[in-house]
């Protein structure tokens, strides 16, 4: 199947710094991207889907200036987490469709 | 109510059991449907994915969509340790929609 590729795996952070995690569709173009939040024991909640060459359409209740995302090419799209607190600590998953959608390998954020 | 509903379990099995795993949801424009298998910290594997009603068997998986019951299922024959995971259903009204997912079944099945 189609192979959707995020990096990093796992990245600690200390308070205040920026992330970045990039997705990437392998074998694939991806016009639409989508980033999700994922809590322990919890399904995995949208954040934002990333269209590229144009803004991103954020959910309910997600900052946009806190959670830049940026897709550039029809293959890369980015999260960049800003000014990371601990409570952004969480795994980050991306997304995006061929017929169905394939997911990354998810990035686990630990801030302290 | 939640667009689509999925018992959290957990399941346990033994070994060699099928599995049923279910989602019901709500919305009639639902045309596209998935399963997922997720294994602890790590992304969602695409199981099967399936368009309008119908059956569908890959291997030791087979996955249902009755749309007129608005209800999808998902069997596993001759379950195996390998399979313990949380079994996410997913679905959307477009090809290229974001999805919806259900909260996901924990299954544990036991040597």
């Known amino acids: 199947g189609a192979v959707v590729s995020q990096h990093p795996s796992r990245v600690i952070c200390k308070s205040g710094t920026s992330v970045k995690i990039e997705c990437r569709s392998l074998?694939?173009?991806?016009?639409?991207m989508f980033w999700y939040r994922q809590f322990p024991k919890q399904s995995l909640m949208l954040m934002a889907t990333?269209?590229?060459?144009?803004?991103?359409?954020?959910e309910q209740g997600v900052e946009k200036d806190k959670f830049l995302i940026n897709h550039a090419s029809l293959t890369l799209s980015t999260l960049t987490v800003t000014s990371a607190h601990p409570e952004d600590s969480s795994f980050y998953i991306c997304?995006?469709?061929?017929?169905?959608?394939?997911f990354g390998q998810g990035t686990r954020l630990t801030v302290v | 109510q939640k667009e689509v509903e999925q018992d959290p379990g957990p399941l346990s099995v033994p070994e060699g059991a099928i599995v049923s795993l279910n989602c019901t949801y709500s919305?009639?424009?639902?045309?596209?449907f998935m399963w997922y298998r997720q294994y602890s910290r790590k992304g969602p594997e695409l199981l099967m994915y399936?368009?309008?009603?119908g059956n569908k068997e890959d291997g030791r998986f087979t996955a249902q969509v009755d749309k007129s019951s608005k209800y999808i299922s998902l069997f596993i024959r001759d379950s195996q340790p390998s399979d313990s995971a949380t079994y996410l259903c997913?679905?959307?009204?477009?090809?290229?929609?974001?999805?919806?997912f259900g909260g996901g079944t924990r299954l544990m099945v036991k040597p």
């Open positions: 997913a679905m959307s009204g477009n090809a290229g929609n974001m999805l919806t």
């Open positions: 990333s269209n590229e060459g144009s803004k991103a359409t954020y």
């Open positions: 074998d694939f173009q991806a016009t639409t």
């Open positions: 399936t368009y309008s009603s």
């Open positions: 997304s995006a469709r061929r017929f169905g959608a394939f």
């Open positions: 919305n009639s424009a639902f045309q596209y």
